[in-house]
């Protein structure tokens, strides 16, 4: 398995972890900010970046 | 501001200031000059015992210390042995190396040393006249400008750094994931605890730094047997003709080598690396003798030496004026201010003078200690390189787990230092760079702050995020760089 693999499946692992903890709290809106948004972007800008480091191949940099 | 500098002097010249000053910069020519035990180990293993000490202010001067004079350390090594105790003095190792193997490693010592002063003293008289500058233009910002700020941060140390950009997003926001736990700033309610009331507090810095920078390091040395194997000590005298007439022949490499360090500084991303690689290829491009560049010519040497120097101390501008810190060193120190209730920002000359003033004098004061050191010492300095590992990787080890244990006498901090540790080993094994991830972790929570701001001032609107001209501006720069990045490595390739 690549290192690339192995990191990503490590960065999806815990944002799983915190993607279910999220879960408990209302997403809320834009205007309210309620306090589950802002980790919402963040969960899925790491679940998107996992997932694009899975495919990715290894290289020097 | 001569008058703040007096004051600044009245502070850093206290006995207790004077001590810790002088403690930071030996500790940080020590570590500079070993190899695998890094500033941020060090750094990350006294944090805690700061908590011990009487004044602050001595604590900040100190940590300071050990990153500039890291600077000055880490070419001892790089020019007597071609090992670079830190990363900006690898390209020391080039030209100075070369000079000690064709005898003139006293004119490379001491033209480091005179470079390093003299872009060191230089930075920080500009630390002492931007600063105020930088604030009265930083106290125009909204929390908009703000979260423009934070993204441009996070996105220079994620493309200036040596990996991927994919690879750096992915520690960077990790980072900003890994800095959620703990209380919610909108509702004040606690959030991904998990049930345990260890989570209340969120994951501490310093573990993060002690696990990913020292653990990490003395794993991955005893697992791949990196040890430092030395002979013998090359002989040089600093204080000769030749070697004097060398050091001042290159005046114009030094002048150069402080503009290109301090601005290079001041980037995001940048710090003393950058300063140093791009010090070393304007040198190149200005000399005739391009050719005798990387076999021992001086002013490939004390270029980059200067930079690297004016860099360190140029990067506190942005940390202690806006609140960003530009590579992870300055981050365990903006770190230590909040722990000790400074908060970086606009208001930190206001409201705090005397640590913003004193830490500007004890750069000048710890810049002559240095200089000092490096002239008459570094016969008797050297001989550090001769301990042999087990005896530094014990030390390190049961420091890092005394200090873990100490921040809160919790057993649940030292699972957490040993599951950073063996991360940190894996990915630096992986070829994953951890900076960006610690940037993410310290800025995390001030981008979230300043989201929510934004978005309660724009009523959820998330286009007005790119309404004024300071906004667009840094997100353009963002997505030149990403291209300008993503091109060159096209091309490379």
Known sequence: MSNNKKFSLIILSITFVFLVQNKNYPIGSLESMKFGFFPWIIISLCL??????????DSNG | MVENIIHGFNVALSVSNIFFCFIGILLGTIVGILPGIGTMTTLSMLLPFTYLMNDPISAIIMMSGIYYGSQYGGSISAILYKIPGEVSSVISCNDGYAMTKRGYAGAALGAAAMGSFIGGCFAALLVAGLSPLMIKFALLFGPREYFALIIFGIICSVLLGKQN??????????????????????????????????????????IICMGLYGISEIFYKI??????????????????????SMIFSSWASMIRGCA?????????????ILSSVVSYAVEKSVAKDKESFGKGNIKGLVGPETANNAGAQTSFIPMLTLGIPVNPVLAL???????????PGPAMIDKNPRLFWGLVASMLIGNFFLLIINLTTVNFLVKILKIPFYLTATLVLLICVFAAYNLNNSIHDLFFLLIFGVFGYYLKKWNFDSTPLLIGFILGPKLEETFIQSMQLNHGNLFLLFETNFCIFLYSTCLILLFFIKFNKNNTN
């Open chain 2, 165 to 206: 950009w994919i690879k750096g997003f992915s520690m960077a926001f990790l980072g900003i994931l890994l800095s959620m736990p703990g209380m919610d700033q909108v509702s004040g309610k606690s959030r991904f605890i998990f049930d345990n009331l260890n989570f209340a507090n969120g994951i501490s810095f310093v």
């Open chain 2, 223 to 244: 697992l791949n047997d990196e040890k430092n194997r030395l002979s013998s000590i090359p002989q040089f005298k600093i204080f000769s003709k030749n070697s004097l």
């Open chain 2, 333 to 343: 120190i903006m770190a230590t201010l909040i722990i000790h209730n400074f908060e």
């Open chain 2, 260 to 272: 290109v360090g301090s601005l290079g500084g001041m980037i995001p991303g940048g710090g003393t």
């Open chain 1, 48 to 57: 998107f970046l996992g997932i694009v480091l899975f495919f990715m191949k």
